[in-house]
């Protein structure tokens, strides 16, 4: 095999082997390449460097804000508790015034409907008891009437109402039938319902004229001598409330 001549060692004239120029020039490229490749790994190691130095200071930090940091989050999940039990407790508490509200809706819709009933019921034992009342009041009047057919006869046929009888009818019943006296009146008494009945018994209707004209004439007759139409008579002995009156003065 052929060698290359430019790669022979050339013999300088001091018999010592010079050089090659190639060689030299490739052991200079070298000799950058390294320097190049030292400054590189050097500014990578001061890069490595500052990312180390950081990463260190990193875990540090972590390290030192770790517990705290774990505290507070303890402490937060802890309100976080409380509150959701709060929150729970206020639902449950909800539930119960919903349900207690509900109740006393259906108490006052049960004490309304109660009310209403016994309003009712109060209605209907009033009007019945009107009715039996207005029944009672209808028989006790037929049976009055039944007992007294003048004064049925005597009431309208249209309103259904007593005719009031007049007061022409009024003084001859007080004529007709003289009130009993009570035996402890006295005289004065006695003598003027005496006159106040022979006054009132003019008054009277046509038909107790011819009763009267009798009366009249009897108390003309025993009364003459004294010229006094419808004398009050002698009255008989009787207990006068001052003593027995024996003579029948007046």
């Not at 300088?12 to 590189?40: C, F, M, N, W």
């Not at 309100?79 to 207690?100: D, F, G, M, P």
């Not at 509900?102 to 034992?125: H, I, W």
Request: proline residues 7%.
């Amino acid at each position: 095999m052929a060698s290359n001549p430019s790669l022979k060692p050339e013999i300088g004239p001091d018999g010592l082997a010079r050089e090659s120029p190639i060689i030299a020039y490739t052991e200079k490229v070298i000799a950058q390449e390294q320097l190049q490749l030292h400054k590189y790994i050097e500014e990578n190691r001061s890069m490595l460097l500052g990312v180390e130095r950081e990463l260190a200071n990193l875990s540090m930090e972590m390290k030192l804000t770790a517990g705290p940091k774990k505290a507070a989050l303890e402490h937060l999940r802890k309100k976080i508790e409380i509150s959701s039990e709060k929150i729970h407790q206020a639902k449950v508490k909800e539930e119960q015034a919903r349900k207690a509200w509900e109740a006393a809706v259906q108490a006052l819709k049960d004490e309304e409907s109660m009310k209403q009933k016994l309003c009712e019921d109060l209605n209907q034992l009033v009007q019945e008891s009107s009715s039996s009342q207005f029944t009672r009041l209808e028989e006790l009047k037929r049976r009055l009437e039944a007992l007294n057919p003048n004064r049925a006869s005597s009431a309208s046929p249209h309103s259904g109402q007593p005719v009031r009888p007049t007061q022409n009818n009024t003084a001859t019943g007080a004529s007709s039938v003289p009130p009993p006296t009570a035996p402890d009146s006295n005289e004065n008494t006695g003598n003027a319902a005496n006159q106040e009945q022979n006054s009132q018994a003019p008054n009277g209707p046509t038909q107790q004229q011819p009763a009267s004209g009798g009366a009249k004439k009897k108390a003309q007759v025993q009364g003459k001598g004294r010229g006094v139409l419808g004398a009050v008579p002698k009255r008989s002995p009787g207990w006068t409330g001052a003593g027995f009156d024996v003579d029948g003065r007046n």
